[in-house]
């Protein structure tokens, strides 16, 4: 049994938000929160003056496992995770081979549940082979334990094979995220369209690339009745697109990254290939677009995208570098300015972190929220302590990130998954 006490709790499902003790059996599952808990025996942590939320959760990351492990394996991704705050984080399928099959499915599962620290729960494609063609295996990959459906890094471009998928996951209850990118309109392009594209002479991305097929999917939600779920939003017009769907109704949700929600493109005339991602950063209209997204609730969550590339993947030519950055130790840091700017209160930010994440994965009976009978997966929080990000923060294999240099307020100091500590400061 352990007991954290005199932590600041902040549990949005319960909308708790004082000091008390958290009670921790020996399954790995809160017993009691209160105050002045007692138990004989218990090991005491005691965390007066931090704050303790649910572990976070991240609906969107790679962990190039199986396949491309010199940039991260399900080990290093559970590691960066538990570093960050995440207890549980759902990993993208665009692996070698891809996640289309059972087998891929459990390998990722067991090898996460072997290690310990985190949930990683694997998303399978939408397509056979990530190729856009067939639906791909749903039922087994469900049955393996897959939680969703995508073909992150690439968009379903036949609207057909789209709409026969979605019904399709639907009867599982599964997500199906949506990689929203027309695979024509800025073909090629690296950087977002605008002005910095013509001050730097790199090829652009125009924002209607993504929203063209927001649009197509919010019809196709529409039209189906299935629930779409958008990655990494990063343009204006798609934010105005999905409130708008919401507002009738259309069973649509919404992810934003903390990249895209604190840098703009601006960032690209240092030529810097750590400011080079998909969906591209967007303009500074576009940047207060999905704050405002964020704070009207339009975006659902927060989620990472992190994606690892090796110095030899990033240290190419702006036109050449792989696209990507990682996110899952800065990400809590970074957010926590919409806090610390009065934008959005504690509870409401580290909601959609936490809560949210969890019921738009269907697992709010079990993570999310820090009531009894449910995981104690929870994270200390130091809100005052405060550092440099450098190439040497990172527990992830890869340094690829856009917040190297920037200083941050607001730093986990233990992550407990299932009751067990996996980091601490
Ligand atoms: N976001 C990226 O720039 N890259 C992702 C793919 C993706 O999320 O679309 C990757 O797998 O590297
Ligand atoms: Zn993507
Ligand atoms: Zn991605």
Known sequence: MKIIRNGWLVNPATATDEVCDILINGEGRIQEVGKNLQHEGADIIDASGRHVFPGLIDLHVHFRDPGQEWKEDV???SDAAAKGGFTTVCCMANTTPVNDSKTVTEYIVNKARAYGKCNVLPFGTITGGM???????????????????SDDGRNVNNSEVMRIALEYASMFGAIMASHSEDPHVGH?????EGRYSSQTGLKGIPDITESLIVARDIELARYTGAPVHFCHVSAGRSIALIRQAKAQGIPVTAEVTPHHLFLNDSAITTFDTNFKMNPPLRSEEDRQACVEGLLDGTLDIIATDHAPHAITDKEKDFDHAAFGVIGLETALPI???LYQQQ?????????????????????????????AGKWADLVIVDLE????????????????SPFIG??????????????NCVYSV
Do not use: C
Not at 343 to 369: C, F, M, N, V, Y
């Open 131 to 149: 190729k856009g063609e067939t639906i791909s295996a749903m039922a087994e990959m469900i049955e393996a334990g897959a939680i969703g459906f």
């Open 188 to 192: 090629g392009g690296v950087v977002h």
């Open 75 to 77: 080990h290093t991704g």
């Open 385 to 400: 302590r405060s550092t440099t990000i450098s190439t040497e923060y990172f527990a992830s294999k890869s340094k690829n």
């Open 406 to 419: 920037q200083t941050v307020k607001g730093l986990p100091v233990a992550t407990y998954f299932r009751g």
């Open 335 to 337: 957010v926590l300015r």
């Open 343 to 371: 934008k959005l209160s504690l509870s409401a930010l580290i909601e959609r972190l936490t809560w949210k994440p969890a019921q738009i994965l269907r697992r709010d009976h079990e993570i999310g929220d820090l009531s």
